[in-house]
Every structure is written in C-alpha cells, then in structure tokens.
C-alpha cells in the first residue's frame, strides 16, 4: 500500500459532522495496520566498493557533496560520472543493498578436480590447489578483485586454465 491508497481509505471512513462537534469514529487497530503496510522506500542496489566508499566517507566525516567531490580516483571516480550521482544520493540518504559479486572457479586444465582448483586458506591467505569444496576455512570461489588483490588477475588471460563462474 502506498500513501496515496491509505489517504483514500481514510477518507473512507464514517465520520459525523456538526454545528458544536467534529467526532470521528475510528478503528485504532485498523489504522496501525494500515500505517504497517505502508510501502517502505526501496533500497538501490550499489557494487561492494561503492558501500565500502560510502562507509570511508561517513567515517571521515564528509557529507554527501564531500563524498561525491572527493572520491577516490579510478573506479569509484568512475562508477559516479556514468550518471550514477543520483543513486550514490539515494544510497546515502536511505540506505542500499550490495550488489553480489560474481565468483568463480580456478581450475587448471588438465589436472584432476581432487588437485586441480586454486583456493585460498582465509586464515592466513596463502594458496594452494585442492578440490572445489569450500568450508569456512578454505575458499574456492573468488571475486576478481581477490584473485587481482592476490596476484592472479593472469589467470584469466591464461590458455591453460580454465574459469568457471560459481553458481549463486
């Protein structure tokens, strides 16, 4: 329900009039639910480093002009002159979820699955190549920018490997 349909249904109700009084008769519940059903206002869907450069940026005390005029150069930079400043200010203002990045599987062709999938131990962040399970531990699907961050931003550029984009 929006607002617009809760002002009619208000309208609605039976009321009487007069010269010395103005009574209303109201259902208290029936209005609580109605103010309940209000739609909220829908959140944008932001990528991770924008919400990580909107978290920086509160934290450093800019406000939300700051924030636009002193991002940081390359991507976020980037991201806001593709006409995206209105979502940044929506983002702001009344919140955001974050886009889920893409994941995926490191495999070198040719190599059993047993041993053949480049992981990542997160306790330590050291690599190595195991199978595709993951626990909480070991982690075998990788956004770009871990596997850039780490070093293997070639992978994807390397005809002897293969990538795989993890299911969801």
Known sequence: MNKQELIERIYKL?????????TVTVNRS????????LDE????????????????AKED?????????EAPRGTVDDWLELENVDIFAEAWVNGYTVKKEKRYIVKVKGISAVNGCLKCDVDNSKWFFSGPEESDRYRAKHTIKELDKAGFGWV????GIEIEEAAE
């Open 14 to 22: 039976p009321y009487v009039e007069g010269p010395i009084v103005d």
């Open 156 to 159: 994807f550029d390397c005809t």
């Open 30 to 37: 029936w209005i609580l639910e109605s103010i309940e059903q």
């Open 61 to 69: 005390g800019y406000n939300i002009a700051g924030a636009i005029n």
């Open 41 to 56: 206002p829908q959140k944008v869907m932001i990528p991770r480093f924008i919400a990580d450069w909107i978290v920086q």
